[in-house]
T-cell receptor
Framework: NAGVMQNPRHLVRRRGQEARLRCSPMKGHSHVYWYRQLPEEGLKFMVYLQKENIIDESGMPKERFSAEFPKEGPSILRIQQVVRGDSAAYFC??????????????FGPGTRLTVL | DAKTTQPPSMDCAEGRAANLPCNHSTISGNEYVYWYRQIHSQGPQYIIHGLKNNETNEMASLIITEDRKSSTLILPHATLRDTAVYYCIVTWAGSYQLTFGKGTKLSVIP
């Protein structure tokens, strides 16, 4: 059973370019979460999505960042006009989100974004 | 979510049991205790979780005190591959924002 998949694993962008990070959830999971880990820091929640819906984006920076989870295909985290401070590891997690039960999140390997 | 306190680092001899403590004195009745680990900047790996009772799976055991104010993650026979940062997270069933603190850096020594 394949786990959460993320690509690319490493991404290098120059300041001002766009970065697109992809996440395919585990089979049977319909809920996706994005977290960011800055160097030497813990993971910080960014956004929670279901298919075609953003449920909570309270952790997303107000500008330049957006996320989607279309009906078909992977979830995308998009960063426009990247700056050096966006350099970080971005992790995606997925869960089945069974109602009435605790919901365990399973993480992918991450995408390491480096902005030159 | 309740705050957790973990020692910043621990050492464990290879083959011995690793006991990682976590304090969560403000935990409420509907909050679960989750443990994840992160091996050298890989994605966090789910280990185990529990509410009131002790839990065991193929990776570890989770011992929760009767008052639920603290817990211990036990790796029964630590190997070098268990060297990682271990995170204790308290969260309620409906929550989806996992709050990662600094965790405990476990070093397994040959």
């Amino acid at each position: 059973n394949a786990g959460v998949m993320q690509n690319p694993r490493h991404l290098v962008r120059r300041r001002g370019q766009e970065a697109r990070l992809r996440c395919s959830p585990m089979k049977g999971h319909s809920h996706v979460y994005w977290y960011r880990q800055l160097p030497e820091e813990g993971l910080k929640f960014m956004v929670y999505l279901q298919k075609e819906n953003i449920i909570d984006e309270s952790g997303m920076p107000k500008e330049r960042f957006s996320a989607e989870f279309p009906k078909e295909g992977p979830s995308i985290l998009r960063i426009q006009q990247v700056v050096r401070g966006d350099s970080a590891a971005y992790f995606c997690a997925s869960s089945p989100r069974s109602s009435g039960q605790t919901d365990t999140q399973y993480f992918g390997p991450g995408t390491r974004l480096t902005v030159l | 979510d309740a705050k957790t306190t973990q020692p910043p680092s621990m050492d464990c001899a290879e083959g011995r049991a690793a006991n990682l403590p976590c304090n969560h004195s403000t935990i409420s009745g509907n909050e679960y205790v989750y443990w994840y680990r992160q091996i050298h900047s890989q994605g966090p790996q789910y280990i185990i979780h529990g509410l009131k009772n002790n839990e065991t799976n193929e990776m570890a055991s989770l011992i929760i005190t009767e008052d639920r104010k603290s817990s211990t993650l036990i790796l029964p026979h630590a190997t070098l591959r268990d060297t990682a940062v271990y995170y204790c997270i308290v969260t309620w069933a409906g929550s989806y924002q996992l709050t990662f603190g600094k965790g405990t850096k476990l070093s397994v020594i040959p």
